[in-house]
Every structure is written in C-alpha cells, then in structure tokens.
C-alpha cells in the first residue's frame, strides 16, 4: 500500500464479523466501521450511497456472489471456489405482470403530477390576474401598494413551485422503480412500503370499484378514479413533506458535525437547533453573496488531479480559464468592501454532482452518438483515450462531428419553420444572428477542447499514436472549479437575509389577505414557510462547502453500516435529483416561460385597456342583388339551416347560420359602424341596436358589483320577429386574452395532459371534477369580474322584462362566453370558434350541467382552429372547412373567413357578399354575378385588384 502523508495504513475495521486492516483517508476513520463493507474473495467491496439499493451477498460453501439490483435488472458478480476470475452477468428480475402493474402504477403517478402542473400554472396565472385587480383594471379602486405586493410574492412561489414539481417528477420515477426511495426515506421494513404502495396504487381502488359495481352505481368509474387519484395525491404528499423533513436534518446533522462550517469549531450534537439556524442562515448568506473566480481546466493523462491543485497552482496553468464574477469584482471595490472581507486563501467550492460521484465515462463500449449529443455541458465526463477501455478514433471524431451537426440541424429547423411560416427576410436574418451570437460561446469552446483532445493524442513525430489496450487508461476531461475569494461580513449575511424575509413573504402575505385573496394567502402561507426553513437549512449549500456528506450518520442512535448507508443515500439522492438537480432547474425554466407569457400579456392589457370598445370600419359588401354564391354541389353544411328550437332572424330561414355568424362579427364593430353594416345585411329598419339599454344596464351592474367591467356586447331586436339577440364581442385585446385565460386555462391543460398520457381519455369523467378543485385557489374579486357574470345577469334581466325569445351569439371568447350564459339561463346559444365549456362547467357560478350545454349550446367548428377544441364539446357542433394554407393555421380563427365558407357552401340566398371573401388567401372563388357586374368594381380593395 502507498502511504502518504493524507492517509492513514492499516486502520481496523469489521467486516461479516472478522477483522480486516485496510488504508483509509484520516478523515474517513471514524466513519469505517459505519461503512457497508463486504469482504468479496481477496477484495472488499464498499457499497457507494449512489447506489439505489444496497448489495447483497450469497455465499455457498465455496461460492460467492453480490448482487447490485436496478430497477427491473439485477448485475451479479460471481467468483466460484478458487478462481482467480469474477464473472459478471447481468438478469432479467421482470415478467409481463411485473411490468403491466409498474405500468398502471406509474400512469396514475404521471397523472397526479400533470394536474399538479396544471395546478401550479394556475397558481402563476390567478397571481398575475390579480395583478389586474390590485391595478384597479378589473375593479372601481385600485391599490399601488396591493400591486407590488403581490409581485413580490412571484420569487417564493415560482421557487416552491419548481421543487413541487422536481419532488413529483422524483415520485414518478421511483414509482416505476418499485418505490425503492420512499423504503429509504421512511426507513420502514421493506415490506411495509410494498404493502403500502400496493393497497394505494391496487388493492384499494380495485375494492371501490367493486363495490360500487355490486351496488349498481352508474357512475363506478367516476367514483373509482377520484379515489384512486385521491390516494396517489396523498400519497405523493408523504413523500414530498418527508423529502423536505429529511432535507432539512440532514442540513442540521452535517453543520453539526462539521468543524469547517463551525467556524472551526468542535462538533456539538448538543447544540440547539436555534444556533444552528443562525449558523445555516450564515452559510446560504455566504454562497449566495460571496464573491467567486470560475476557472475551467482541461486535465489528461499524467496531470496533477485538479482537486489537489490550490488556487494559485491552478491560476499559474497555461490551459487554465480564470473569470473573476461579478459579485468579486463588485465586493473589492471601496465602498462594498466595507462589507466583505477578502479572503487570505480562497476556498474551492465543490459541485454537488462531483461530490455524489455522479462522472460519466466515455469508453468504447459505453460511449454512443446520442448520448453525446445531449450531454449537459457543465456535467464532468471522463473520456479514455488511450490504454484500457479507450476511445477508438473514430468515435472521438465522431462525438465532434456529432456536435456540430446537430448544432446546425436545430439551426436549420428553426430557420425553416421561419420559412415555413413565412417570417419576413429581415426576421430571419434576426433569429440566425441571434442564434450565431448563442452558440458562438459552446461552438468555440468545443473546437478548443478538440485541438487539446488533438495535442493529446499526437506523437512525436506529429502523427496520431497508436492506441495501447494493454497499459492503464488515460482520461482527458474537463473540469469546472470554483473558488471564494470573497465573503460578505455576517451582518450583511443577516441584514440581507431579513430583507429577504419582509420583502419576499411578510409584506406579499399581508397584501394577499388584506385584498380578500384567502386561498392564496393561506397556501402562500404553507409555501413560504417550507421555503424559508429549505432555504434556511440548505442542503446543497453544505455539500458546496464541505466536498462530502462525511458526518451526517455519525448523531444515530442506530449504528449499523445499513444506517450509515441509507442517511448518505437519502441525503445525496435529494440533493442530485430534487434540490440542485437538473430536474428542478428545467421546471423553473418552465415556470419562468409561463410567467414571462402572462407578464407580457398583463402588460398589454394595461396599456390597451383605455381603448374603444370596437373596430369602426363597416363591412363592405357587394350589392346583394347583382353577386351569389349558388352553394356547393357537394352535400351541404347539415346545419346550414337551422329549424328546430331556433327562430329565424328575419323570416329567411335558409340563412340562420350565415346570419348567426355575421352577428358574430358585428360585435367587434363599434355602434355606427355595427348600425351601417345591419343594414347592408338584413335591409334598413329590420335590426335596430339597443345601445343605450345597454350602456344603462352596465352603468347599473358596475355601480351594484363594484366593478370595471371590460366585457362588451349589443343588444339587436328584430321587431318584425318579436326577437332579441344578444352579441357578445370576442377576443378584441390582451385585456380579452386574459379573461380567456382565467375561464379555460386549466381546461386546455388538463386535455394536455390527457392527450399526452396513454390511455388518457379514461380520465375523462374526472376531469371536470379535478379542474374545480384546482379552482379554488381563485379568488373572490377574480370571479366577480368574469365576463360571464355580466352577459348572464343582462340576459336575467331581458327575461325578467318579459322578453322570452331571446338568443345569443358570440365568436371566438364572446362564443364561449354565449355558451356559458345560455347554458346557465337555458338559452339558445349559437357560438362561431368558441372555446367549450364540458371539462370546465363545475367551475362557473352556477355551475353548468352536461344536459344543459348539449340542450341550448351550439358551435360552429372551422378545420384546424384550436380555439374551439379548447375544452370538450357538447353534443351540438357544426365542423366547417378551413382553405387556408397549412402553414397559416391562425387564420382559420378568423370569423370573417368562417362567414365566407359559410355562404359559398351553403349559398348566399339573397344575403349579400362581404367583400373580404374575394381576399386571395382565403381562397374562394368570385361570386357570380346576376347582371353581368364586375366583384372587383363593387369591391375595389387591394387583394381583389
């Protein structure tokens, strides 16, 4: 054994009962006999608490194995009598029944995670909506005070959400791994957790489903999906809260045991978790406002290993990369520095990953094309490039043609989407200059790291050397150091901190009650609370600190090397996956999408919510008595007339669905241009427009409701019909895309994660039910202001007035909005690409019954629109094709272009022609004319010319 002075020979410890003698690190002495040692022929094996399970040992007479069990597969290592050889066999532990109810396990746990995601997107949303309240946009008052308030309350719950998500990403996967995790972290009997997890994910749904059948429930299913979701939610809380209470120890454990986060002070098991507070709080000040030098070192062969390197050896390195960060730069100035001390000898900060052994090797078995084209850039990999297990050349030179292939083929993807969509050519050169200036970084480091691979691989006479099998293996690799060269004074640390706490939680707590946002302050209350003990007692931070969990197992009762082990797994499992894993920095990239999407609209909505109520451009036509359209030789729309339980307008049955489609679009129009454009269509005196019943009843209803309303409709009587029509405006501004937001967000996410799940569409009964209690975290004032509740109560009152035959009609969100009010007064109801109402009808008040909306609602469905397959649709529905181009599927939303489809499939019928329907990309032929007249002379617009 070689002996230097870091190591200690010949230190006792006990394996299987017998003394043995092995050399291990100083630091490490105390903790040996704690390790889970196995003595494995003339070697001894020590169990990594990487590992998902530990290893388990079979002995006969002269035999001997150690079986390392992942997930479905176990890897054996054999030595049989007296050889001097072990075989390694890799077996199948899996069987079809095995692998179907993993299968059915991990589905219901995906499930549970989509609502939770569909969950939190809403939480961002309703946070963001009530932005627009506190502004004083959706009400008659409006607090600056509030506003900010609830802005600040963004970074809690943006971070609280990212590692929800990260813990239920963490739950799927052990849920297919057989919840080898969850035995870790309740340290029960193994068989407990499987009986647990079988009466969860098994036993108990099938009971109730076999109860309600004997019982003769009609809705078995529904009742049987809610319970087993219900179980697997609880479940996964368990497991979360756990996760989090583990964490948190282990953090206490590690700066208790630890000198180097002491202060240099001796371990004290007994000191109060109150001082270790302090101590922790010091610590996550300190890496979060410390100043830091970066430095990148490329290592090979017979280099010093940079981890025994110091600072100042690794600055004087030729190939060493040095970048002082900003928070250096800024604490050595003279005023900042007052408040930082300058370290005499900076400390190196470790990578958690690197702490966890978590390397990849590249060898010539293990290396393959996609894994190098996805590997994440600031994960260390040790490539062999000679001697055993090397690299050949060709794969080396093919990990960089890889590279930079893919790199130009998502390039070029993206450029020919542009194309595609028909992007201007100033757009484009935009986006590949933008992207040039992304990649330009990786792609010149990637060639510098290939001319170091290369001067490595070169011989003397400047020819590639042959490659050695048969010596010890050269690695070359890349490694990311970081050192403290900097940190802040401890009260900075603690002035800093408070800042945090009044800032980020108490002052958005007390803005969320004091507006009546209960819901949301409650959960915020939860959210903060754990956020503020996790970022107090950081777990990641001690691994950056400390280069080791050495320590955390040394405070239980219970000494055993199996509870030395599961106290390292534990802790590091939670750290690599869940705190500092990749996982939650990609769902916080998510969240932070969303909220940037929501951001930007709100923005929007602020600037524009000032603006007149509609367009004052009237619908230009063709005179009605010279142009047709004769209709489709093909069969026609079914409902292209619509005769039963709807009253035509004006007498002229045959146009009811062209006629309820243009009412559609004249609600976007302002009241003259509206006036001018009924007239062309229906003839002078058939509609009169009601504007000032309406102006009243709104002046009325925001003085009553204390509200800004910015929900726009017209009241049309048709005299002649003793009818009146209600035309609700649809999507006109951001302030619109909100409503839109707050009203069928959740549906839309829940049909995502329906669609992408297999065998999704069995959760469909349930889906209405799971989008109500995701609802209840919306508050009162963002309910009061739904455009909804105005359209309903005006129709109430045209009711209570003695008007009976009443219809309404709307496009886009007034479409979804005529549904909901006919369902909710059992009106007819005629929507033009209208958001649906089915998954989301539990949510509105009063709620909406399935009978209702397959009674009084009906939707006309463009090809290739995607706002009314938002939502499921109600038995009532008219499919109509769209002729756009396909790269242009937005326009098939138009309701100008649904109107024209319309009239040339069903005919004009003595209706007259909207100019719009000559426009070239809507792709209809000119209508015919009755004397011999020109459509481009009625019509002089550019597209026609």
Known sequence: VKIDEELRSFTSGVIDDEEVKVCVPKKDEKSLSRRRLTRFGNMTLDDHFTLSTPSSTVAFEDDQAVVLVENLSQIVLEKKGNDDYITVSQTTVSSPGLILIRMICTLVATLMTGFLFVFCVQLILFLFLGLTIESGLGTQDGSVFAFIGTLLSLPVVLRSLSQIMAMATAFVIDTWKGSKFMKTLMAWKSTKIDWISFSIFIGVPIVVASISLCTGTASWWVITSISWFTL??????????TVIYHEIYG????????????NNKQPNWEESNLKTFVRAIKLRMKQRLSGRDYMTYISHGGDPHPDKLNYDELRQDNSCKVSIGLVARLSQTSIISKMYNVLDKPLRQYDPGNVLLQNTYFTAHSWGL???YCLNPKKRFIAIIDGVGALSREQTLSSTSCYFMGTFLTLFVVVSILIWIELSAAGIVLVVLLGIALLYKPVRASLKLRRAYRNNILGDDGNYRKINRNVASEAFYIIHETFRITEPKPRLCYIVFGLEVILFFIIPLVVLFSVGNYNVGYLFIFLGVI???????DAPACVRELGSLEGIEENNTDKSPMSAWREKHRLGHIISDISAGEKSNIWIRIFVFFTLIACLVLSDAMIMVEMDGGRGKTIEFGRKSEFEYKGSNALNYASCSMIHNVKPLDGNQKNSLADFAFLSNVAYLNNEAATNSLNEWFGNGTVLNLVANVTEFKTNYEEKEGIKSPVEYKLLEFPSQDLMVVAVRGTYNSWDAL?????WSSAQLAQDVRAILPLGIWWTDILSHIVKAISVIENKALKDVSYYRETTAFVELLRGKGYDNIQIVGHSLGGGIAMITGAQTETSAIALSGPNNMISRRTFIPQITPEALDKYTFNIVPDRDLVPRIDDLAENYQRIKCRSTSNNPI??????????EILYTCGSNGRPIPCDCAKKEYHFEKPTSTNGAIFSQECPTEENK
């Not at 956020?531 to 007692?537: E, G, K, Q, S, T």
Request: net charge positive.
């Open 232 to 241: 697997v939610f609880a479940y996964y809380t368990v497991f979360a809260l």
């Open 251 to 262: 953090c206490l454990q590690l700066i208790k045991r630890n000198p180097e986060l002491r």
């Open 370 to 372: 996609e894994s190098i």
């Open 531 to 537: 956020n503020l003990l996790r970022d107090a007692f």
């Open 739 to 743: 409503a839109d937001m707050q009203l």
């Open 891 to 900: 326009s098939c939303h138009t309701g100008m272009r649904s109107l024209c």
